[in-house]
C-alpha cells in the first residue's frame, strides 16, 4: 500500500467515482466551509465532516471516512432494530464525530512521520469497535489498515508490528477464525521471541504487561480452541494441539493460564490413563488456583485428583478429596463444581453395585447442569441416572456393565456407551 493513503485496496470501489463530485458540490454551496457553514447549506453530516477534514488537508481521513460509510450502506445487511439502524455511520453522530477526531489525529501523526504513533492509534480505532457485533467489520478493516501501514512504513521488524499482528489475531479467534488466528499470532510471536517489548508504551515494563506474554496468552487461547475441535474427528491433530497449548502456557509464565493449562493438560493424561502424571498436573493446577484466589479452580482440581486416585485404586485420598470438595461448595450447591463432584460421587456408587444412592446423584447433577444450561453434561448425567434407576430392575444388565474391565471415569468408558447406545438386535436404544 502507498505511504499517502489509509485506505485499504479493495475495500470499496462505489465510492471513489463519487468523491469528485460531492467535493465539487460542496465548494460550490460555501468556498470555505465551517461547521454554521455546513448547517446553513443543510449538507448530510458525513459530508461535511468528510468535507471539514478535506479542507484541513487530512485528505485521507476524509477519503477513507465516506468509504466506511459507503461501504456498510453497500455490504452490512439492513435490520428491522432500530437501535442498529441508529448506530449506522449514516445515522450515528457520535460515532461519526468518534471517527472524525480519531482520523483527524492518526493522519496527523502520519504528516509528522510518527509511523509507530500512527499504526498505535489506528489499533486504537479498531479497539473501539470490538465490542459491537455489528461493527465487527469496521475492526477488521482498521486492523488490516495498521497491518499494511507497517508493512509501508517499514516497520515489520518493530514493536507495534508485534502489537498489529497480536491485536488482529486476538479479533479473529473471538471470531472463530482459528486458523488464520493462528498464523498472525506465531507471526506476532516471532517478532517478540527476543524481545521484552511492553504491551503499553506508554508504561514503563514494569507496569505493563509484557507484549510476549499476552501473545502467548492468545495462543494458549487458540491451541485449546482447536484441540477441543479435533477432539473427536482427528486424534493426531488433538494430541498435537494440546501439547502445543501446554508448552506455550509454560512459556508465557503467566498464573492464570498455567492453572487452566495444567488442569487441562492433566484431563488428557487421565484420558490416556496416565494417571500419576495426570494427578501430578492436577497439583500444580491446585498450586496456581490458589495463587490467583480462584476457588472455582481449587475445587475443580480436588474433584479432578480424586478421581485420579480413585483410577489408582487408592480409595481414601480419592474420599478425602470429594469431602473436601463437598465442604468448598456448602455455601453454593448451584455450581458447575458441586455437579461435578456429585457426578463422580455418583460413578463410584454405581461402581459399588450403590444404585440407589448412584441414582439420587446422578439425578442432583442433572438438576443442577440443567439450571446452569449445560445441555450436553445433563444429558451425560441422565443417562448415567436412568441407566443405574433401571439396572434396580434389571441387574443382570447392570452386571454386565461393570464387566467391562474399565477402571476410569465412567463417562470415559466408549464400551459401556456401546451398550447404550445398541440392544442386541442392533436397534439404536437411544
Known amino acids: ?90 445515522n450515528s453522530k457520535s460515532l461519526l464525530n468518534f471517527l472524525f477526531q480519531s482520523l483527524r489525529e492518526t493522519e496527523g501523526y502520519k504528516i509528522n512521520q510518527q509511523y509507530d504513533t500512527e499504526v498505535e492509534s489506528l489499533l486504537t480505532i479498531g479497539q473501539s469497535f470490538e465490542n459491537d457485533k455489528h461493527k465487527h467489520w469496521i475492526a477488521r478493516q482498521f486492523f488490516l489498515i495498521s497491518l499494511d501501514r507497517c508493512e509501508a512504513c517499514c516497520l515489520g521488524e518493530d514493536r507495534v508490528a508485534a502489537l498489529a499482528n497480536y491485536y488482529y489475531g486476538r479479533f479473529l479467534t473471538a471470531n472463530g477464525q482459528l486458523e488464520e488466528a493462528l498464523k498472525v499470532l506465531e507471526a506476532a510471536k516471532k517478532l517478540c521471541s527476543t524481545q521484552s517489548w511492553p504491551l503499553e508504551q506508554s508504561k514503563n515494563i514494569r507496569g505493563s504487561q509484557l507484549l510476549i506474554s499476552v501473545i502467548l496468552e492468545q495462543l494458549f487461547i487458540v491451541y485449546s480452541k482447536l484441540s477441543e475441535k479435533y477432539r473427536k474427528t482427528d486424534l493426531e491433530k488433538f494430541e498435537l494441539y494440546m501439547q502445543l497449548s501446554h508448552e506455550v502456557a509454560v512459556d508465557s509464565k503467566l498464573e492464570h493460564v498455567l492453572c487452566d493449562s495444567y488442569l487441562n493438560y492433566g484431563d488428557f493424561l487421565l484420558t490416556k490413563g496416565e494417571h500419576r502424571e495426570a494427578l501430578n498436573c492436577y497439583k500444580e493446577s491446585s498450586k496456581r488456583a490458589r495463587i490467583i484466589y480462584s476457588f472455582d479452580k481449587v475445587c475443580k482440581t480436588k474433584i479432578r485428583m480424586a478421581a485420579a486416585h480413585r483410577s489408582l485404586n487408592e480409595l481414601k485420598e480419592c474420599e478425602h478429596l470429594l469431602q473436601s470438595a463437598d465442604k468448598l461448595t456448602e455455601h453454593n450447591r448451584m455450581t458447575e463444581c458441586y455437579a461435578e463432584q456429585k457426578l463422580l460421587t455418583g460413578e463410584i456408587n454405581f461402581g459399588n453395585g450403590h444404585l440407589a444412592e448412584a441414582t439420587k446423584d446422578f439425578q442432583t447433577a442433572r438438576a443442577v447442569y440443567q439450571n446452569l444450561a449445560k445441555g450436553d453434561k445433563m444429558i451425560l448425567a441422565s443417562s448415567f441416572g436412568a441407566l443405574a434407576s433401571a439396572g434396580i430392575h434389571f441387574g443382570k444388565f447392570v452386571g454386565l456393565v461393570r464387566q467391562t474391565d474399565f477402571h476410569g471415569r465412567l463417562s470415559d468408558n466408549k464400551t459401556l456407551f456401546k451398550l447404550l447406545r445398541w440392544s442386541v438386535d442392533g436397534i439404536a436404544l437411544w
Open 1 to 90: 500500500m502507498s505511504n499517502y493513503s489509509l485506505v485499504r485496496p479493495g475495500l470499496t470501489t462505489a465510492i471513489i467515482g463519487h468523491l469528485p463530485a460531492i467535493k465539487l458540490r460542496l465548494r460550490r454551496k460555501v468556498p470555505q466551509l465551517t461547521f454554521q457553514d455546513v448547517r446553513r447549506a443543510r449538507i448530510p453530516f458525513y459530508e461535511a465532516l468528510a468535507s471539514e477534514l478535506y479542507e484541513a488537508g487530512y485528505t485521507n481521513a476524509a477519503f477513507l471516512l465516506l468509504q466506511l460509510i459507503e461501504y456498510e450502506h453497500d455490504h452490512v445487511p439492513s435490520t428491522s432494530d432500530q437501535t442498529i439502524e441508529d448506530k449506522r455511520l449514516k
